[in-house]
């Protein structure tokens, strides 16, 4: 992608009835990637990730600025006949439709078989055909019931949540990639598609090997806390001054920590932990062992002769100090909005051709572009904000 070259997904208009989290995510990933995200929105109130904080920025909350990024926002009353028919002037217009209505308001709003050229996505809570399907979706029931929450925290510890809405990040995911999928089968078919992805759903199928483990050994997968369940070393140690990770994947990887890091050759030769499943086995006797050893000095000295060895290893930064680094700073950009002023966001972490997608306009303001719209739907009135 040449500097001029249209975004990829230039030209693309998406009607965007999601709101919170995985559903923004997904239509702000499409936005960062050139579509016309038109965001509609309940007049006066708005997402409800506008009310949520602290933290706040001149009264705007910094949960909705993460995820409404390069998109134009219509204040609609949906629960109004005229409202209604706006919507479907919109959607009539539009070539990807996203929302995460329940069933039943999806069907009160006529959109569950749009048929012909547009690529419809909901996003649920579970799977329409579960018994679940009218219940509403939450990224903290999804990591619950999903397992996710069970294969997380410390071993001796209760189940824990993952520090983001992992399950939310994962559907957005999911659900972009099924849409660019279904615009590419468009361009070949010239028909849309139904997509339907649940938090449910996603989160299960993103346990991959713990859940493929659990299949073929028909045992319930457990919390390994920040140790990894089929391989060792591979998890957090403690130096002197602070917490570092480890992954030694390989066999190779763990003859040159012993040889080169940490200098005991002989360990790698040691029957109980020459193979990864001879140190699996024996996890217990080695970790101990080695966190004798990394207690001496501090994470600096060890991260560094890691990756002078080859062996992947990391301090564990805080999430300042990680946008801070060197690597970090380069997604950090700053964005100039018409009510706070410049603030700091991170970038969409793709490159295409050696370029990241720019964020062309900021979060927008409640119905900020509802005149707008809606003189060129061809509805000539003032929609209330």
């Known amino acids: 992608m040449k500097r001029g070259d249209p975004l990829p997904l230039e030209g693309i208009t998406v009607a965007d009835f999601s709101r919170v989290l995985a559903g923004p995510l997904c239509t702000q990933m499409l936005g960062d990637a050139g579509a016309r995200v038109i965001k509609i929105e309940e007049p006066n109130k708005g997402d409800e990730t506008r009310r949520w904080g602290p933290p706040f920025v001149d009264g705007v909350s910094a949960y909705f600025l993460s995820v409404n990024r390069n998109k134009e926002s219509l204040a609609l009353d949906l629960k109004s006949a005229e409202g209604r028919a706006i919507a479907r002037k919109l959607i009539e217009r539009a070539d990807v439709v996203v929302d995460n209505f329940l069933p039943a308001q999806r069907k009160t709003l006529g959109v569950e078989d749009l048929g012909g050229r547009v690529i419809h996505c909901s996003i649920t809570g579970f799977d329409a055909d579960s018994p679940e399907a009218d219940t509403p979706g939450y990224d903290l029931l999804a990591q619950a019931g999903s397992g996710l929450m069970a294969i997380t925290g410390d071993s001796e510890g ?187 966001a991170v970038l969409n972490p793709l490159m295409m051709s050696g370029k990241r997608f720019p964020i062309r306009i900021p979060p927008p303001a409640l119905g900020q572009h509802t005149d707008a719209i809606l003189r060129e739907l061809g509805v000539n009135r003032r929609s209330p904000r």
């Open 158 to 344: 209760e189940p824990a949540k993952v520090g983001v809405a992992l399950a939310d990040v994962l559907t957005a995911h999911y659900a972009t990639s099924a849409i660019c999928a279904a615009l590419f089968a468009r361009e070949r078919t010239g028909r849309g598609a139904r997509i339907e992805i649940s938090l449910f759903s996603a989160a299960i199928a993103s346990l991959v090997n713990v859940a493929q483990n659990a299949l073929v050994t028909g045992k319930e997968a457990k919390r390994h806390g920040n140790a990894h369940a089929s391989i060792v070393p591979y998890q957090l140690f403690h130096a002197s001054d602070r917490p570092f990770a480890i992954g030694a994947g390989t066999d190779r990887h763990f003859a040159s920590l012993c040889r080169d890091v940490i200098g005991r050759e002989e360990l790698s030769s040691e029957p109980r932990f020459a193979t990864n499943a001879a140190r699996v086995k024996n996890r217990d006797m080695l970790i101990a062992l080695l966190e004798s050893i990394f207690a001496g000095r501090r994470a600096s000295h060890w991260v560094k002769r890691c990756r002078k060895a080859g062996v992947p290893a990391a301090v564990v930064q805080g999430v300042r100090e990680a946008l801070r680094s060197p690597s970090g700073e380069l997604l950090v950009v700053d964005v100039d909005h018409p009510d706070i002023g410049n603030y700091p």
